[in-house]
């Protein structure tokens, strides 16, 4: 199985580049994984086919407001700072760039000195460990200099913070959005409940190796990053007893699919627990828990794009690319949706 297996040609007016209002008003493609058959619906429109007792799982990760600039105390250089995983306290491991500006013991100034940092280590990865230092809390100062880690291929300006969370966003910690999310209204939300839809939450902090592309020709190759997750165990309790009543676990989004399934894997059932990451699912796994998926429209030869092939089936999946190209559906962090089931 090769990576451009995976590659499908999208336009790039396709990529959407602003998020829809409202949230549920995206376009929703409905994917039969059995047969294949495709019908388009609006996003507002998926409690239709929802059914009594199905339980949704969604991911409550909140985006961490990582992209801060720094200047250099030294020589006032400009320095971009992306702050990707706590290690202990204030010290955090970081993308920054330019790179050569951000050496081992090179000191930093942040917004108006509410913040300042140390440059304490340059990893092999080319990554820096930096220890930072506040009067405050971290995430409160984040919250007030720092701007949401949008997608290299989203160009323009967000201008409201909280369209890159989801509604129910609760847990600090990703460097990227779980965007299946985005979608749902807490009116939606509500209206599902009604319907006798049971919702249950896990946490998995997205990282930014979401984004990095698959390097290598051979699929079966390709080491994923790891993430860190958390199943509750109220969620556990939810996954089991919907499945022993006959119904449907469905995940919103990959985040939620890798949560389960990496929870299945490890314990060879669904339990509380907590730990990192790094499952890989493409063509040929067998799902453990997940009975359908509501995601977004990934990129060409991405680990996302393996993992939905997988569940509807790779010449499914590809005609269903093809035909969102042709119908024109935005895809992306803020495009439209699909529910496989």
Request: proline share 4%; charged share 25%; aromatic share 10%.
């Amino acid at each position: 199985m090769k990576t451009s297996d995976f590659y499908y040609n999208l336009p790039e007016e396709l990529i959407a580049q602003t998020p829809i209002e409202p949230r549920n008003a995206s376009r929703l493609m409905l994917l039969d994984k059995k047969t294949g058959e495709i019908q388009h619906k609006i996003f507002s429109n998926l409690t239709d086919y929802l059914n009594e007792g199905d339980c949704l799982i969604l991911n409550n990760t909140r985006v961490i407001p990582a992209r801060i600039y720094g200047v250099k105390k030294e020589t006032g250089a400009v320095v971009e700072f992306l702050l990707l995983k706590q290690i202990e306290n204030f010290v955090w491991e970081c993308l920054c760039g330019p790179g050569k500006k951000a050496r081992t013991g090179a000191e930093f100034v942040f917004g108006e000195g509410q913040l300042e940092c140390e440059v304490i280590e340059v990893k092999d990865d080319g990554n820096r460990l930096v220890r930072f230092k506040c009067d405050d809390n971290i995430y409160s100062v984040l919250d007030e200099i720092g701007q949401m880690p949008l997608p290299p291929y989203i160009k323009e300006k967000l201008e409201d913070k909280e369209r890159y969370q989801t509604v129910y966003s609760e847990n600090l910690g990703s460097a990227a959005a779980p965007t299946a999310g985005l979608h749902f209204t807490p009116e939606m939300l509500e209206e599902i409940k009604a319907k006798g839809i049971n919702i249950g939450y896990v946490t998995l902090h997205v990282g930014l190796g979401t984004f990095r592309p698959v390097k290598v020709d051979d699929v079966t190759k390709h080491i994923m990053h790891k993430e860190h997750y958390i199943m509750p165990k109220e969620t556990a309790d939810l996954i089991n007893e919907t499945h022993k009543n006959g119904k449907r676990v469905i995940c919103v989004g990959t985040t939620s699919c890798r949560t389960v399934e990496s929870v299945a894997t490890k314990n060879g059932c669904i339990c509380e627990d907590e730990d990192d990451t790094g499952i890989f699912i493409y063509p040929g796994y067998k799902f453990k828990c997940l009975d359908a998926l509501i995601t977004n429209f990934h990129l060409p030869e991405s680990t996302l794009i393996m993992l939905v092939s997988a569940l509807a089936g790779y010449d499914n999946i590809m005609n269903a690319y093809n035909t969102a190209v042709a119908e024109k559906y935005r895809f992306f962090s803020f495009g439209d949706a699909m529910f496989i089931s």
